[in-house]
C-alpha cells in the first residue's frame, strides 16, 4: 500500500558498514511491524513496536540488529556491521490497531544488498 | 514451532485455467488467516478470514478456511497473465503475539 513509505527503495553497504532504514506509517497509524524476506522464501517476522515501545522483538538477531520507533519521526530498524547474510528484502508494516482487528498495509520494502 | 506450509511451491499455467492454492497451518494462537499477492514489492492484501467454511470473493478470486483440518485454499478462475505473482499466506496469531506467520509462498505463472 503506497500509504506506508520505506526509504531507501535501494540500499547497498560493504561489509562491516552500517544499513539504517526507515519507515514511515501511514497517517493514524501507530503499530509497526518490521519482517525480513530472503531470496525465495516467506516474509520473517522481526519486531513490534508501537510509539516509543518495543513490543515483541522475538524475530530480531540478538547483535548488531536494532529497531526504535520516536514519538516523532519514522522508524528507523538499524543493522550494524553488515554481513552478506544481511542481504535481504525489508518491509514494514503499519496499523491502527493490532492485528487482531484489521489488516496491515506493507511498504514497498527497502532491498538491501552486501557487498 | 508456529508454521505456515504454502503447496505447491511454484505453478504454471496456461491463461484461462483455474487454480487452487493451498495453505496450511500449525499455531499455538489462531486469531486469522490472510492471502497477500506479492509482485515484486509490497506485499498487497487480498482476503483475511476468521471463520470456517464462509467463502470469502473477489472477483475471480475467492478463498475459503477450515479451521478443523487447520487449511486455507485460494481459487483463482480464468486467469490472466496479470495473476503471475507469488501468493502468500499469513496466519495472526492472537494472545499476547501480535504478529503474522508467513508461508513460504507460491510462485504463479500464468503464460498467455
Known amino acids: 500500500n503506497a500509504g506506508v513509505m520505506q526509504n531507501p527503495r535501494h540500499l547497498v553497504r560493504r561489509r562491516g558498514q552500517e544499513a539504517r532504514l526507515r519507515c514511515s506509517p501511514m497517517k493514524g497509524h501507530s503499530h509497526v511491524y518490521w519482517y525480513r524476506q530472503l531470496p525465495e522464501e516467506g516474509l520473517k517476522f522481526m519486531v513490534y513496536?508501537?510509539?516509543?515501545?518495543?513490543?515483541?522483538e522475538s524475530g530480531m538477531p540478538k547483535e548488531r540488529f536494532s529497531a526504535e520507533f520516536p514519538k516523532e519521526g519514522p522508524s528507523i530498524l538499524r543493522i550494524q556491521q553488515v554481513v552478506r547474510g544481511d542481504s535481504a528484502a525489508y518491509f514494514c508494516?503499519?496499523?491502527?490497531?493490532?492485528?487482531?482487528?484489521?489488516?496491515?498495509?506493507f511498504g514497498q520494502g527497502t532491498r538491501l544488498t552486501v557487498v | 514451532e508456529d508454521k505456515v506450509v504454502q503447496s505447491p511451491l511454484s505453478l504454471v499455467v496456461h491463461e484461462g485455467d483455474t487454480v487452487t492454492l493451498n495453505c496450511s497451518y500449525e499455531?499455538?494462537?489462531?486469531?486469522?488467516l490472510l492471502w497477500y499477492k506479492q509482485e515484486k514489492k509490497a506485499p498487497t492484501f487480498l482476503f483475511m478470514l476468521t471463520s470456517s467454511g464462509i467463502e470469502k470473493k473477489s472477483g475471480r478470486l475467492s478463498s475459503i478456511l477450515d479451521k478443523k483440518e487447520l487449511f486455507s485454499i485460494l481459487n483463482i478462475t480464468a486467469t490472466q497473465t496479470g495473476d503471475s505473482a507469488v501468493y502468500l499466506c499469513a496466519v495472526a496469531l492472537g494472545g499476547g503475539a501480535q504478529k503474522l506467520v508467513f508461508g513460504q509462498g507460491t510462485r504463479l505463472t500464468i503464460n498467455p
Open positions: 499455531v499455538t494462537n489462531f486469531r486469522s
Open positions: 508494516a503499519s496499523s491502527p490497531r493490532t492485528w487482531l482487528d484489521t489488516e496491515a498495509f
Open positions: 513496536l508501537q510509539k516509543e515501545n518495543i513490543i515483541d
